[in-house]
């Protein structure tokens, strides 16, 4: 899956393969099915590789394919449809798959467990559902070739994130939120220079309702103000790692095995909280089309592949020739990231972690996010990289 990338970052490895193509490995045995073999693989490869090369590299190829498929089906919703119109149908389809969420979904942390398909299948809908729309409201924006129509759609997508919030759709809310706070939208510096001060404080100001800060106290404090019979779409997030919480911290028997009813009492009342906050419908028609152009189930861009793109539409401020041709001079390579940087993605992760089910747990597809941007620096044996006493701001992984 990452293969491409790799060319794409180690300058050392694209000279051997290119020098692999170019001169061909002789074989002991002339003229043996293995060198007809190896012949033919080697010129399949070569003239793969050089038409893509001519055009453009072979991540592009793959970036604007995938890109081009989803925008066929979706890439249309924004142009031909109100932005109200769009968040009454974004909270219709959430609310129906909220309301199907059964209480057994919740307990036992079934949403990460064996058989989670069939033990919480409403709830895994939700979390996929919440991964699909926040990298693909990204990948809309990265998709587009100038900063003046990626300010735009940041704008609508911005007002778009207001008009959830005045549904009480914060599960929408927050995916919206996710996709703009990504890595891969949050550096396009020329874009968001372009934003009008009015939609930079509006994000702002529901960047803070939705802030983790003490435990999303903002957005709890709201919560528990919420009247009855007010249509609510809460944000899982919250609730899954409640019940998380009330299940790994709290035995289910105390006291030479008797049954935990204090433990019982909590997830009993937190899902009886969930139950209510989803019960009122939205009073609006559902919209066939638009429905159906929202539903559709295509696999957008990674993490990863988000960061490449966005570097393609908005290179670096730092990046050189000079830079990016380090890692062919003698010494260790090593890659550097700043800890900002790092603990931005560490809480990107937490919450990714959180709706997967695996807070336990980073995976190496995790680490890779970590890393993305990482500039990788020359050092000669024996030089100083990070000394004892000293303030740093980076942290380094060694590479080879």
């Not at 949403?111 to 979390?127: M, Y």
């Not at 993490?303 to 393609?312: A, F, K, N, P, Q």
Request: proline share 4%; net charge positive; charged share 25%.
């Amino acid at each position: 899956e990452y293969g491409p990338f790799d060319f794409l970052e180690d300058r050392a490895m694209f000279k051997k393969f290119d020098n692999f193509l170019n001169n061909p490995v002789p074989v002991p045995v002339k003229d043996s099915q293995l060198d007809q073999c190896f012949t033919e693989c080697r010129n399949k490869v070569k003239v793969k590789y050089l038409q893509r090369s001519r055009s453009r590299s072979a991540v592009e190829d793959l970036l604007h394919q995938r890109t081009c498929a989803i925008e066929d089906d979706l890439g249309v919703t924004f142009v031909n449809f109100k932005e109200e119109e769009i968040a009454q149908q974004l909270a219709l389809l959430s609310h129906e798959t909220f309301s199907k969420i059964s209480p057994s979904e919740l307990l036992k942390v079934a949403w990460s467990k064996d058989g989670k398909d069939t033990k919480a299948p409403h709830v895994l809908s939700c979390i996929n559902r919440f991964n699909f729309m926040s990298r693909w409201y990204a990948q809309m924006v990265l998709k587009l070739q100038t900063p003046e129509k990626r300010a735009q759609l940041i704008m609508v997508l911005i007002r778009l994130a207001e008009l959830c919030e005045g549904l009480k759709n914060y599960n929408g809310l927050m995916e919206l939120l996710s996709s703009l706070h990504l890595s891969s939208i949050s550096r396009l510096k020329q874009t968001w220079k372009l934003l009008p001060q009015k939609s930079t404080d509006s994000l702002n100001q529901l960047s803070k309702l939705m802030s983790p800060f003490r435990n999303y106290h903002y957005y709890r404090k709201l919560m528990s103000k919420m009247e009855k019979g007010v249509p609510f779409i809460p944000f899982l997030g919250v609730f899954l790692a409640d019940f998380t919480f009330m299940e790994e911290a709290n035995l289910d028997y105390v006291d030479n095995e008797l049954v935990n009813f204090e433990k019982i009492s909590m997830m009993g009342n937190r899902i009886r909280e969930f139950r209510s906050l989803v019960q009122s419908s939205y009073p609006f028609k559902p919209h066939a089309p638009l429905q159906q152009a929202l539903l559709i189930q295509r696999d957008p861009l990674s993490d990863i592949e988000l960061h490449r793109l966005s570097t393609m539409i908005e290179k670096p401020a730092d990046s050189s020739d000079q830079d990016r041709n380090q890692d062919d001079k003698s010494g260790t390579s090593v890659q550097r990231v700043s800890l900002s940087k790092l603990f931005q993605n560490q809480f990107m992760m937490s919450k990714r972690s959180v709706l997967n089910g695996t807070a336990d747990e980073i995976s190496f597809r995790d680490w890779q996010v970590l890393l993305t941007g990482a500039k990788p620096i020359s050092c000669k044996k024996g030089q100083v990289i990070v000394q004892q006493g000293t303030f740093n701001d980076s942290i380094y992984c060694i590479k080879s």
